[in-house]
């Protein structure tokens, strides 16, 4: 029978990539760097390529170790999954889960909806991760967390996709700006406006822009926050006007007195809530479930799964009940 690489020689293959030190992924394995030395060796015997260039003072992979070392975390993590799955006896949604989590969803869907998930699969034991989208995904194809809660559109290559459904944005403002008293602004009257918006890799402000037609220009560049928090802030201080998503507006507009929230006219500004995982993923099923609880808890719920760039349509979604004006 032909040989197979062991669990423990990818474990190794997959540490050094990590950390790109011998030492140091040796400390990471718990063993010897000449134990950790030794099993790439016999890794590379194994699959007859050499996986290090071992030609350069600084340790680098060749073309054939870069090319498998996505491989052998997904089989890592499939291997982990197959151990899950056998100790949950055939019990949806029990054991670890590891979800990543953006910083404009966790705060404001997972204290809602963890209480309901908790009730519901009580053997769950979930690790949360909050991260910049391109972080999480860059998790998901490391195999260091299971799925990821994040925010569409967004280039999500050939992950599994579970739309939960759909965030409204709203116009935050001050309370004298003529938008104050407004039933209603439309895209067309925003871009007479500079907006606050947050820095370079929240996807919520490509959101902001894409989503109501508006030019990089209209971002106040002289100021760009870091959350959600410190973008109300400025506005209830008069320094100008941002975007809200509707699943913000509890916890971020309705304490701050001198801030109003308007809609737009159609409505049709808005993002996409979504669990994503890899394609290969055994988890899948137990996804599923765990998305029909959080969409209960999202302010338009879709509920529709989709392919990897598949999306719902355009259709027309009301906010939740966060009345204009309300401060």
Known sequence: MRPLPTLRQLRYLVALAEHHHFARAAEDCRVT??????????????????????????????????AIIGRARALLAAAEELV????????????????????????????????????????L????????????????????????????????????????GKDPLRIACPVGHPFATADHVSEQEL????????????????????????????????????????????VASGLGLTLVPDLAVEVEVQREPGVVVVP????????LIALVWPAG????????????ILKKFVPCPEGRS????????GSECQPSTSPAGSG
């Not at 993923?281 to 029909?292: I, N, P, T």
């Not at 989709?306 to 349509?313: K, L, R, T, V």
Request: glycine share 8%.
């Open 281 to 292: 993923s055994m988890r899948g099923h137990d996804l599923h479930l765990l998305g029909d």
């Open 125 to 164: 034991r979930l690790y949360l991760r909050e991260e910049q989208t391109a972080r999480v995904l860059d998790l998901l194809g490391r195999g260091r967390i299971d799925a990821g809660l994040i925010a569409l559109p967004y280039a999500t290559g050939d992950l599994r996709t579970l739309v939960l």
């Open 191 to 234: 871009t007479q406006q500079q907006l606050l918006l947050l820095e370079d890799g929240h996807c919520l402000r490509e959101h902001a822009l894409t989503s109501c037609h508006l030019l990089p220009g209209q971002a106040n560049e002289d100021f760009q926050a870091t959350s959600l928090s410190t973008l109300v802030q400025m």
């Open 33 to 66: 760097q000449s134990t950790l030395s030794a099993g790439i060796r016999e890794l590379e015997e194994v699959l007859g390529v050499v996986l290090i260039d071992r030609s350069r003072r600084q340790m680098s992979f060749s073309p054939a170790g870069d």
């Open 306 to 313: 989709a392919a990897a760039g598949e999306m719902p349509d």
């Open 84 to 123: 899950e799955a056998a100790q949950a006896g055939g019990e949806p949604l029990t054991g670890l889960l590891r979800l990543g989590v953006i910083p404009t969803i966790a705060p404001y869907l997972l204290p809602r909806a963890l209480p309901a998930v908790r009730t519901a699969y009580p053997n």
């Open 264 to 271: 737009f006219a159609n409505n049709r500004a808005s993002r």
